[in-house]
Structures are given as C-alpha cells and as structure tokens.
T-cell receptor, first 111, second 115 residues
C-alpha cells in the first residue's frame, strides 16, 4: 500500500463544474503539498499545508490531520485547469525534507 | 517561472554512459532536492543537500551521486546508465533552516532518454 493515495486517478468534467481531488496518507506528516503538472512536464507548487485551509483564487486546499486526509477543490473549473494534480507529504520524523508523492490525479476540463 | 533553473532540458544518451545534470536554486535558497519521475515509479525523492552538505538520501541508486558547490548550484551524476534510468529529473530548492520547513520550488526538469 502506498503511503500517499489519491482519488480519483482520472477525472473528466465540464467547464464550470466544482472539482474535488482527495489525498489520504498513512504516515505522520509535518506538511502536505499540492502540486500541479501540465503536459509540458513542469511542476508548480499550489499549496503547502500543515493544518486547516488555504485559498488561492479558485483553488482551495483543506487538511484534516486527525483523519490523515486532504482535499483540493477547484471552483468554476476551466479548460486551463486541465493538468495532473499531485499530493505530496513531508514526514514528521525530523531530518529529511524529501517528499513522498501520490500517483497524481489526471484532470481534464472540457469546454 | 519558479526561479530554479536546470540544464540541459533534454539529454539523449546510450546505455553504459555517464551524464551530469545541473541545477541552480532560487537566489537565497540553501537547500536543493533532486527527484526522479518515471512512468512506472512516479515521482521519487533522490537526495537533498543543504549549504553544501548532504542532508538526506531517498531512493537514490549507488550509480547516482550528487553534490552541491559553494555557489549553491548542484549537480546530479548518473553513471552506467540503463534503459530504466530514462525519466524526468527535477531539482527543487527551498529556504530551509533547522527550525522551519519551507515550500519547495521546482525547476523545469531535465528529460533523460537512454537508448
């Protein structure tokens, strides 16, 4: 079992729909990242969370530390949101900051 | 643009060869991370350097090595290359201190193809 599980693996939606991507993890963490990767390959950091909720434009990220779960929401989705969204965690054991990644959610927003 | 630069953008080489990938972190960032993204394994953490010193190792093969220089740029050396080493290699940097962990910023990646 992977330490970081994402669902769904693939998601196709219509423009304007509200999108939710989920991430569950099985280890103690000190931080959780949501990353976006476009077809060209580059990775953009969307959020870094250790508790609560963060909002940036149409994107909202929440985390529940007790339940070891995080969600990424996209409101009023647009075709330009089409990308792979990756959840990654930093362990809480101190020391290494290398991230452990989920396998990603491939999102397609159709016009 | 994250401010992290990586060269080269693409690299095609043959099995058994050795290559060097280069990363320049954002100005002021002391910590550099290397990640590998392959089709079968996804994204994996390879190694972290902080201010010239190795900080942590992840799933890095013995054929791979890295270093961080006094000007803080980093190089990842891959030797005795195998077909399975074909992947995207990302570098990330962050302002890292003993007391706080900060966001990582990713470079554009180097796509390595081993033929």
């Amino acid at each position: 079992k992977n330490e970081v599980e994402q669902s769904p693996q693939n998601l196709t939606a219509q423009e304007g729909e509200f999108i939710t991507i989920n991430c569950s993890y099985s280890v103690g963490i000190s931080a959780l990242h949501w990353l976006q990767q476009h077809p060209g390959g580059g990775i953009v950091s969307l959020f870094m969370l250790s508790s609560g909720k963060k909002k940036h434009g149409r994107l909202i990220a929440t985390i529940n530390i007790q339940e070891k779960h995080s969600s990424l929401h996209i409101t009023a989705s647009h075709p330009r949101d089409s990308a792979v969204y990756i959840c990654a965690v930093r362990g809480s054991g101190g020391g290494a900051d290398g991230l452990t990644f989920g396998k990603g959610t491939h999102l397609i927003i159709q016009p | 643009d994250s401010g992290v630069t990586q060269t080269p953008k693409h690299l095609i080489t043959a099995t058994g060869q050795r290559v060097t990938l280069r990363c320049s972190p954002r100005s002021g960032d002391l910590s550099v991370y290397w990640y590998q993204q392959s089709l079968d394994q996804g994204l994996q953490f390879l190694i972290q350097y902080y201010n010239g010193e190795e900080r942590a190792k992840g799933n890095i093969l013995e054929r791979f090595s890295a270093q961080q220089f006094p000007d803080l740029h980093s190089e990842l050396n891959l030797s005795s290359l195998e077909l399975g080493d074909s992947a995207l290699y990302f570098c990330a940097s962050s302002v890292w201190t003993d007391s706080s962990y900060n966001e990582q910023f990713f470079g554009p990646g180097t796509r390595l193809t081993v033929l």
